[in-house]
């Protein structure tokens, strides 16, 4: 009974299988995506009324939240990953890892510039020390590490295992980096919310949010499934089953 | 463990260059930033706290860099992962030792640097203090990036831009401290802090370290 | 007219939202292209090593 229990997640050590797994879901998160995307933009820029206090310069939220939660779940997800590879050597884990990277670097990278443009008419300046904007950028630094280390080895298991040990030292980082970026910034200046005045936020922008929030998630997914699916035939090019897949 | 460290800290000390370097490269950074700016007092005065300890950083992570290239490049790196002390204790050693040789020279020349920067010679004990704690868990977290990187031809250049990132934290409480002090204000809330870290350090890094010098030999 | 013109400006705040969505549909897009075109590179190239080997 516990062997059988267990075969599921056995199954995922093997790499055709985890292929055609992601060969399966990847359009089904790639459609659904399209659709909650699709109906998130109809709800955030057309039907949605402008903030009161922002106007429609609160509509660049619509994708800058969804970008800054993406960045931070797909380290979780690098880091989860990189864990279960360092611990139960499963090489599938570190693939995880290696092809979430440049997923989330890109999203830091669209969550820092959709928060410049943002702040430019909000704040007056393209780039102020904000302590959300700060950490950002340093989670952007943490992935550019993360690339470049476990690209830099030749052999690429010792790339996933060393990518690993890093972003593992980065997770234990990672909060402290946060507090005291926070705290640094709330020395040298105000606090500055992002939802102008309190938090409360209206139904008629909340949905359109969190539409977004999920096909951004969803397409995330996809984009994850196709990369894993590069990285996972690009290792075992000469195996029988990349033969097989390829037909 | 002794042998070991009397060991390493006798290979450290050999050559005196290597003492030196990260020393003289703090002097020559924390001079470079009065000749950039100005030389104004009240403006050295502000930004002390700051350059000091960024030139102290840079400099202890430069001085990381040759950490295990040595060891690694004649075998000795294999030979004490066979050894049976356990590694997590082997790095330890190993950093204590190498701080010894390169992160202490720039604490003691840290109050010569203030010094230059118009910093109260009252609040020195902070400053000093400050980066005695600061500059152990820099080269704790150095010493990670230095075995990630130590098998690698480019990892010279890879090494701080992993690392520095994560020093974030040690910097901004670091300088904080300093310009407390410089203030008049009492810095041990702080300091505490970054004595907090130091002690974190200490606990994970030696494990990171082996896993990480462990990566660059099966490589 | 007027409407589709008052859409575009944003209240003002055209300049900063149509770049930002702008960006966001470029990062999205290569996100999607890049992986897609390797991939298919890569089993081309699998393809053609096996035309040599059989």
Partial sequence: ?247 | MLALASRDLRISFRQPGEVLTPAMFFVLVTTLFPLGLSPQPELLRTIAPGVVWVAALLAVLVGQESLFKSDYEDGSLEQLVLSPMPLPLVAITRVTSHWLATGLPVVVLAPLMGLLMDYPTQAMGCLVLSLLLGTFTLSLLGAVGAALTVGLRQGSMLMPILVLPLAVPVLIFGAHAVAQAANGEDPSGVLYLLAAFLVLGITLAPFAIAAAVRVSLES | MSSLHEFLSMGGYGAFVWPAYGLAAMVVVVNIVLPLKRLRRLKADIRRRQGIAS
Avoid at chain 1, 97 to 125: D, E, N, R
Avoid at chain 1, 164 to 169: D, E, H, M, R, Y
Avoid at chain 1, 223 to 245: D, H, I, S, T, Y
């Fill in chain 1, 1 to 247: 009974m516990d062997k059988y229990s267990w075969a599921w997640f056995h199954r995922f050590a093997s790499p055709p299988y985890v292929y055609r797994v992601a060969e399966l879901w990847a359009p089904w998160f790639a459609w659904i995506a399209g659709l909650l995307i699709a109906a998130g933009l109809y709800g955030g820029l057309w039907s949605s009324p402008p903030d009161y206090q922002q106007g429609d310069g609160f509509r660049i939220i619509y994708i800058h939240v969804p970008s800054a939660y993406l960045s931070m779940m797909c380290y979780g997800i690098v880091a989860t990953a990189s864990t279960i590879g360092l611990v139960w050597r499963m090489k599938i884990a570190h693939t995880v890892a290696v092809a979430a990277a440049p997923l989330g670097a890109s999203f830091t990278f669209l969550a820092l510039i959709t928060g410049a443009l943002w702040g430019k008419p909000m704040w007056g300046a393209y780039w102020v020390w904000d302590a959300r904007l700060t950490s950002e950028l340093i989670l952007l630094f943490l992935y550019l590490g993360f690339i470049a280390l476990s690209r830099a080895y030749e052999d690429s298991r010792s790339g996933d295992r060393a990518g690993a040990v890093l972003a593992l030292v980065g997770v234990v980082n990672l909060p402290i980096i946060h507090y005291s970026v926070v705290w640094w910034s709330s020395l040298h200046q105000g606090s500055t919310k992002f939802f102008g005045g309190n938090a409360d936020i209206q139904t008629s922008m909340l949905m359109p949010l969190l539409l977004m929030i999920f096909g951004f998630t969803c397409l995330f997914a996809a984009c994850l499934a196709k990369r894993v699916q590069l990285e996972l035939l690009g290792r075992e090019r000469n195996a029988a089953w990349a033969a097989e897949a390829v037909r």
